[in-house]
Nanobody, 124 residues
Framework: QVQLVESGGGLVQAGGSLRLSCADS????????MGWFRQAPGKEREFVAA????????YYPDSVKGRFTISRDNAKNTVYLQMNSLKPEDTAVYYC?????????????????WGQGTQVTVSS
């Protein structure tokens, strides 16, 4: 069974950096595509990054491309989101998500498992 726990959120000034982690206590992590999403108050959930089971395929939206980096360590059952050059508009609750298979979904409704979220607040 997949159980995802995010950590690493917090308060940071604009221009700063944070690294989020998402640990999976299940046994199938290395076979799952992983994604990061975020949701700000009053806004819809937004795709942030996704990575294939092997790490060979990575996707970002234009809003974070060049600033955020997704990576994974299958030996540690953990996926990371390194966030640099943070902006106030990056403020949101960040969620990691997992789904089995070779395809890397970019839409939240294609992910089966979700973590509880971690708050990221960027002050101006």
């Amino acid at each position: 069974q997949v159980q995802l726990v995010e950590s690493g959120g917090g308060l940071v000034q604009a221009g700063g950096s944070l690294r989020l982690s998402c640990a999976d206590s299940g046994r199938t992590f290395s076979r799952n595509a992983m994604g990061w999403f975020r949701q700000a108050p009053g806004k819809e959930r937004e795709f942030v990054a996704a990575i294939s089971w092997s790490g060979g395929k990575i996707y970002y939206p234009d809003s974070v491309k060049g600033r955020f980096t997704i990576s994974r360590d299958n030996a540690k059952n953990t996926v990371y989101l390194q966030m640099n050059s943070l902006k106030p508009e990056d403020t949101a609750v960040y969620y990691c998500a997992a789904t089995a298979g070779l395809i890397v979904p970019l839409h939240g409704n294609e992910y089966e498992y979700w973590g509880q979220g971690t708050q990221v607040t960027v002050s101006s």
